[in-house]
């Protein structure tokens, strides 16, 4: 009896969740290459995290956890970002953590698929699904469209989640030399098969995508 009103009570949220509140090409962990997330993004952009903030939206009679990121973009590849203040600033609201519920002695954890990350003051390049119903945008394939960029000696390097893995599947490989590692030599198989590309070759070989859509 209790399992089932709780039941009852949670379908509402969970029913925004996987319709309203996130896109459904947000939820899907399918391995990407290059050309399906730039499908699936309504933008794309370099920029630094300036903000984090937690709080929550109503949806579907209850609260949804969210998460509010802003970013100073420097370089952009999709999408109109607003400029305020002389710079261009982009913001991504997506789900944040569910925390365990407990109805007596039951406790739900939430099975949703855990969303990326970003860490105030560091660089990303990410895409971005458009806005739902209820306001939420997602980083597309999950920690496949989030792509951190550090800096290796003089070069930048670009790397996601998966450390990359897929993102040129049944592509050409990049011409321009690049995967070198974060703590490794450089290895000319890690960008068919996986491993950190160059920001420039990644940026060149976005644009030539965009190109042919």
């Known amino acids: 009896m209790m399992r089932n009103l709780f039941g009852r009570r949670l379908a509402p949220v969970v029913a925004v969740l996987l319709v309203a ?3 459904a090409v947000a939820t899907t962990v399918m391995q990407m290459n290059l050309v399906e997330m730039s499908q699936r993004s309504a933008q794309i952009y370099r920029g630094t995290v300036l903000t984090a903030a937690e709080g929550t939206i109503n949806a579907g009679g209850g609260q949804l956890p969210v998460v509010t990121y802003r970013l100073e973009v420097e370089e952009a590849f ?3 970002i607003p400029v305020v203040k002389g710079m261009r600033i982009a913001e991504i609201r ?3 953590k569910s925390k365990p519920v407990r109805r007596g002695n039951l406790i739900h954890v939430s099975s949703l698929p855990r969303m990326p990350e970003l860490a105030i003051g560091r660089t990303y390049l990410v895409f971005t699904t458009a806005r739902s119903a209820v306001g939420l945008s997602a980083i597309v394939g999950l920690g496949q469209g989030a792509f951190r960029i550090e800096q290796v000696g003089k070069d930048e390097v ?8 897929g993102l040129f599947r049944d592509m050409a490989a990049p011409t321009a030399p690049a995967a070198r590692s974060l703590a490794a030599p450089p290895a000319s198989s890690a960008v068919p098969g996986g491993g950190p590309i160059s920001y420039d070759e990644l940026a060149r070989q976005i644009r030539t995508v965009l190109g042919q859509l």
């Open 21 to 23: 509140a996130v896109p």
């Open 94 to 96: 997506m789900l944040g």
């Open 158 to 165: 670009a790397v996601n989640e998966v450390n990359n893995s």
């Open 78 to 80: 999709r999408g109109d």
